[in-house]
T-cell receptor
Framework: DGGITQSPKYLFRKEGQNVTLSCEQN?????MYWYRQDPGQGLRLIYY???????QKGDIAEGYSVSREKKESFPLTVTSAQKNPTAFYLC??????????????FGQGTRLTVV | DQQVKQNSPSLSVQEGRISILNCDYT??????FLWYKKYPAEGPTFLIS?????DKNEDGRFTVFLNKSAKHLSLHIVPSQPGDSAVYFC??????????????FGQGTTLQVKP
């Protein structure tokens, strides 16, 4: 089945450690995104990528890094510089082809907790 | 600067009645609007969308209305069912300006449909 897979579903990290969240899609989508959701808030964009080997900062990129070495994969690293990393992280992808809708398809999310 | 706003954090309706969820936006460059449904600890699921060239789009029990002059859109669910209970997010994009599928989300409205 086509879709977006995020792993792991739950992740615990000690303060001061970097951690990488995985996101893989087999929808042949060009664009991929990372969002963060905090309680009582909407989704906020961290980073996005429209093409392999290129990505742009979103609204809250500080303390995060990404890579896009393959079209299917867009891992997110939460670094020790991120002051409030505990959150629910969502990966999404969308088609950029002319004439198609731009709705993003989301993965099931990763709950990161800093202990 | 909240470009997409959902001013009602929660809404409670009786089963069989109409649910109306509202969303306001400020950026006149937005030309594509979407509604997503989200259950706790899961990724959002695309529900329905509307392009700025239309003022109404209908899909089964779900209808989205767009008032461009007021920069306002609404989602109507008729009739409401207990399974519709979830958080609903409004999202917008400025696809024609070259911003591709990057979405700006509102804060979400929690809908509770009582049996």
């Amino acid at each position: 089945d086509g879709g977006i897979t995020q792993s792991p579903k739950y992740l615990f990290r000690k303060e001061g450690q970097n951690v990488t969240l995985s996101c893989e899609q087999n929808l042949n989508h060009d664009a991929m995104y990372w969002y963060r959701q905090d309680p009582g808030q909407g989704l906020r964009l961290i980073y996005y990528s429209q093409i392999v080997n290129d990505f742009q900062k979103g609204d809250i990129a500080e303390g995060y890094s990404v890579s896009r070495e393959k079209k299917e994969s867009f891992p997110l690293t939460v670094t020790s510089a991120q002051k409030n990393p505990t959150a629910f992280y969502l990966c999404a992808s969308s088609s950029l082809r002319t004439g198609t809708n731009t709705e993003a398809f989301f993965g099931q999310g990763t709950r990161l907790t800093v202990v | 600067d909240q470009q997409v706003k959902q001013n009602s954090p929660s809404l409670s309706v009786q089963e069989g009645r109409i649910s109306i969820l509202n969303c306001d936006y400020t950026n006149s460059m937005f030309d594509y609007f979407l509604w997503y449904k989200k259950y706790p600890a899961e990724g959002p699921t695309f529900l329905i969308s509307i392009s700025s060239i239309k003022d109404k789009n209908e899909d089964g029990r779900f209808t989205v209305f767009l008032n461009k002059s007021a920069k306002h859109l609404s989602l109507h669910i008729v009739p409401s069912q207990p399974g519709d209970s979830a958080v609903y997010f409004c999202a917008a994009s400025a696809s024609r300006s070259g911003n591709t599928g990057k979405l700006i989300f509102g804060q979400g409205t929690t809908l509770q449909v009582k049996p």
